[in-house]
């Protein structure tokens, strides 16, 4: 029986092999795991062009139709989540190249939404960083009972943000171009105008699937809403906001701050004003990078690569 070749990308933390049981692959594959990135496309399809199936993390790697033309031996791509607009599916298409993607979990984004709001509002990077340096209390935190939370995109995980808003005694509100005021209101939501979401928020979390529609729908327009000690927090897709009208925003203080787990070029690079501005509060892209999470998303990738062998998959000729 032929052996295939699997690689597995950008498993940054090396627990891949570990959240799933890899067994029946093993048996049919030889496994590569690569825990470095790579940016540059050459370098990606160079080290790809042996190998017969892919597992990517969503919106890591992308692999374009440029790219997969000059990858003769891909047969399948293994992806988690199905809103993963860095793979050229038609192009997968039009070569036979079968992908495939997984479910996915709204807590961990969810959670991690939160942690940036509360570390935002209670200074809690500073206070942590002034007490290991032996000092003690230098802020006053600010109170998110009583304030005005703004959802931007009610959907799955707009509507799970908003629940623990309502638990702390906010006043929850929200936009989009196609929100239904009676989904909102059943959640305990006010829906308002675009121009009152972003006047009236003192936090704004921004939950918005990412297409060419959205791309940049908070821009420098936007952002001049805003209250000047309003934060805005994005743990959904960098490219919604745009991030020079941010970055000017940020060091002019025209907004409180803003609290970021994605961002338009990932991994972030070093020198990058998010890495050194005081009112910013980052995260490098954690949201769903949790334990349950992974379960999933290995769990269904070793599924779905198991029933493609099963079928009778074998390595395309050489180009």
């Known amino acids: 029986m032929t052996r295939l070749k699997l690689a597995i990308l950008d498993d940054y933390q090396g627990v891949a092999l570990d959240m799933a049981d890899w067994t029946e692959i093993r048996a049919r594959c030889d496994i590569t795991v690569y825990r470095d990135h790579l940016e540059d496309p050459e370098a990606v399809v160079a080290r790809l062009r042996d190998y ?188 919604l906001i745009d991030e020079a009208a941010l970055i000017a925003a940020l060091e002019e203080g025209r907004i409180g701050g803003a609290g970021l787990d994605v961002f338009d070029r990932e991994p972030l690079p070093v020198d990058h004003p998010f890495r050194r501005l005081e009112n910013v509060v980052a995260t490098p892209h954690i949201g769903f990078v949790t334990e349950d999470t992974y379960r999933l998303f290995y769990g269904q990738m070793v599924a779905h690569i198991a029933a493609f062998l099963s079928q009778g998959a074998a390595p395309r000729p050489s180009a």
């Open 52 to 239: 017969d199936i892919v597992a990517v993390m969503r919106e890591r790697t992308p692999l374009t139709r440029a790219m997969l033309e000059r990858l003769p031996r891909l047969r399948m791509i293994a992806s988690n989540s199905a809103a993963n607009v860095s793979i050229d599916t038609a192009a997968a298409a039009d070569l036979g190249i079968r992908v495939s993607h997984t479910e996915w979990l709204v807590y961990g984004t969810t959670e991690i939404t939160w942690g940036l709001i509360l570390t935002a509002m209670a200074n809690l990077r500073q206070e942590m960083t002034r007490l290991r340096s032996g000092g003690w209390q230098g802020h006053v935190q600010r109170d998110i009972h009583g304030r005005t939370l703004g959802i931007l995109g009610l959907g799955n995980f707009g509507v799970a943000v908003a629940r623990v808003g309502l638990a702390f005694g906010m006043r929850v509100i929200a936009w989009s171009r196609n929100l239904d005021p009676d989904h909102a209101r059943a959640h305990g939501v006010e829906p308002v105008s675009r121009e009152a979401l972003f006047a009236c928020s003192d936090i704004l979390s921004v939950h918005m699937k990412l297409s060419a529609r959205s791309r940049g729908m908070v821009g420098a327009e936007e952002l001049a809403m805003m209250k000047r000690e309003a934060w805005i927090i994005n743990a959904s897709r960098g490219p």
